[in-house]
């Protein structure tokens, strides 16, 4: 049986393929069009997933859309007219894209795709609930939804069994724990739907000051973490803004404008709004553990890209195991879509747990032969070394050890938002520059934002307090004391961006300003080469992880295609590039004129 998933009109769009029940392939539309966040109808990712399947649309069982468009279109309406005649600015906005593209989806699945056959249309949060669910390793688990908002729901919880999951409780629009990060986002001027993670990023600078505030009185929480938001703040019902005048009064200072300096004030707004979330999803996970009394928790959903509070929710212990799928967001909601119709429209089974998730690491998107490596490497007269797949591992390990910055490019792409090993940047953790380096030099990022170390599984509870793996880095964990290094009292006194002066770590380029890590693990099992480079890094140095990042610059997806990867590496400060058994060293490259048009390079595999 094969089944299409589609998520689209949002952010993220996204297709994933299941075949025979199995995971065949997934991918963001932006990897594709080279737009970040591309909403548009997934076109290229489903075309890709079909390709890589080697089947034509007719051979598709079903089509299955993520969301209900009549459903979001009745709160749309619904809302606006509650807030007439504020919503009127909001409404002519939203209205012509609905009327034109989204209230006509099988038409445009239909066509897009050449598909006549079935198409469903799962709820928004039943898709996240299946795609947290289905591809987990456990028999029965509770689950959790956390986003913005679907068609009217904002979370959920629910619970998992065989090839059935159900959902029992819900919050409901305008209350939203994903909508108030958000409106915080924009407060603290940063991109609503793609800066969250700065936010994060931000708040170890501050110190929640305002935290009371907030809970005085922007969110009321009650004991079972369910809650209702003060909607006279808050402006994203009815208008183009998320906050509103009163908002920016009650903290006293105005939505900072992006790109402009961060005080810090806005810090500590970070650092109390994060405090917050982690009581609600904490007073969350307790109460439906206390409500299934299931021992095992899955969740999805954007705001379970929250690492930090995914990484409380694990040491509290609530559940027995955590299961957190990789893509949360709305891309996440393709691959749920679809097992919703494998398990619950066509009521196919589901196999038995073999201790191990079905998310095959993530490693759901295109790969890319040595060929057509190769072919495009000659075509833009690369200068390259082909090297025996042995001698990778080695060969890269030296390179690192000798401080060099090197973009990694191997086998099937991510599917979701961190790079694993597929599409990364690569560094020595032991760098006391290597941080500064990354941020102002290749990713053209701020340079308060933290870098992931990916650590060998094995190893991963010798350098973090983690007991657990972290394959999909959706995890943070605190360096370990015997890698800690003395602070004095004079730089234990610095505040906010000052703090970046400070090594507070043995992996100083890993270790974010209060002690934590945001930690990938990786196994030989999942992606041995990857696996055998960081070991031979620890043969060479004694340190068993490196930094990773994604292979990217700020405001770009991650990189798709070779063409992709040798346009980041040539327009950024990347001393090598390692593109399957090619090393190319750009003290070599000539300055030239590489090709920007992604579908003229070649075929994907």
């Keep these: 049986m094969n ?10 769009s996204a297709a994933c393929l299941l075949c025979g029940g199995e995971v065949a392939a997934a991918a963001q539309e932006e990897r594709f069009t080279r737009r970040k966040h591309d909403p548009a109808f997934p076109y290229h990712a489903a075309d890709y997933c079909l390709r890589e399947a080697g089947i034509e649309p007719a051979m598709l069982d079903a089509v299955a859309f993520y969301d209900k468009p009549f459903l979001k279109f009745e709160r749309l309406l619904m809302t606006y007219l509650s807030y007439a005649p504020a919503g009127l600015p909001s409404f002519l906005l939203a209205m012509p894209v609905w009327l034109k593209q989204k209230l006509w989806l099988s038409e445009i699945i239909s066509k ?6 079935n198409i469903l249309y799962p709820r928004h949060h039943e898709s996240h609930a299946a795609a947290a669910f289905f591809p987990s390793p456990f028999d029965e688990a509770a689950i959790l939804t956390v986003d913005g908002v679907g068609e009217w729901t904002t979370a959920s919880f629910g619970v998992g069994r065989g ?11 305008p209350h939203s724990l994903g909508l108030l990060y958000s409106a915080f986002t924009y407060f603290c001027g940063f991109k609503v739907n793609s800066g969250e993670y700065k936010l994060m990023g931000l708040a170890p600078y501050g110190e929640p000051k305002y935290a009371a505030l907030i809970k005085d009185n922007l969110v009321d929480i009650k004991e079972d973490g369910s809650f209702r938001l003060n909607l006279k703040y808050f402006g994203y019902m009815a208008g183009l803004r998320m906050t509103n005048r009163r908002f920016a009064a009650l903290f006293g200072l105005p939505a900072r404008k992006p790109e402009t300096q961060l005080t810090q004030e806005y810090m500590d707004i970070a650092k109390s709004i994060q405090v917050v979330t982690e009581e609600i999803m904490l007073k969350t996970a307790r109460h439906i553990r206390s409500e299934t009394g299931l021992r095992n928790l899955c969740m999805s959903g954007g705001v379970a890209l929250n690492c930090v509070a995914n990484g409380k929710i694990v040491r509290e212990k609530i559940f027995d195991s955590v299961w957190i799928q ?9 691959l749920g879509a679809a ?10 089974p589901r196999p038995s747990s073999t201790g191990r998730d079905r998310q095959k690491a993530s490693y759901l998107g295109p790969a890319f032969s040595t060929r057509d490596i190769e072919t495009y490497l000659k075509n833009n007269n690369a200068p390259f070394e082909q090297l025996d797949e042995a001698d990778i591992p080695t060969r890269v390990a030296k390179l690192i050890t000798e401080g060099n910055v090197i973009g990694w490019f191997q086998g099937r792409m991510e599917f979701g938002p961190r790079a694993l090993g597929a599409r990364s940047i690569i560094g020595d953790p032991r760098s006391r520059h290597m941080q500064s380096t990354m941020n102002l030099k290749i990713k053209f990022r701020e340079s308060f ?10 190893r991963a509870g010798d350098y973090f307090d983690i007991d657990c793996p972290s394959p999909y880095m959706l995890l943070t964990a605190q360096v370990r004391d015997e890698h800690k290094v003395p602070v004095s009292d004079d730089d234990n006194q610095r505040i906010g961006l000052d703090k970046l002066k400070v090594i507070r770590s043995k992996i100083p380029a890993v270790t974010h300003v209060d002690y934590s890590a945001r930690i990938q693990s990786v196994s ?11 070991a031979a890094f620890e043969r060479l140095t004694g340190c068993g992880l490196v930094i990773n990042t994604s292979f990217n610059v700020r405001g770009e997806p991650i990189v798709c295609t070779p063409g992709d990867a040798y346009r980041c590496f040539m327009r950024t400060q990347m001393d090598y590039l390692v593109m399957g058994p090619f090393l190319l060293d750009k003290k070599q490259q000539s300055e030239i004129d590489v090709k920007d048009d992604w579908e003229k390079e070649f075929p994907l595999d």
């Excluded at 897009?112 to 056959?117: C, Q, S």
């Design 3 to 12: 089944i299409l998933g589609i998520s689209a009109y949002y952010h993220d």
């Design 112 to 117: 897009e795709l050449g598909f006549d056959g």
């Design 163 to 173: 090839n059935r999951v159900e959902l029992l409780r819900d919050i409901r629009f």
């Design 326 to 334: 990789p893509a949360a967001g709305d891309a996440g909601g393709a």
């Design 339 to 348: 097992y919703i119709a494998l398990h619950h429209y066509f009521g196919k």
């Design 449 to 458: 934002r933290p870098f992931a170390p990916t650590v060998l599984e094995e």
């Design 524 to 534: 030989s099992t999942d992606n041995k080469l990857y696996h055998d480079m960081i």
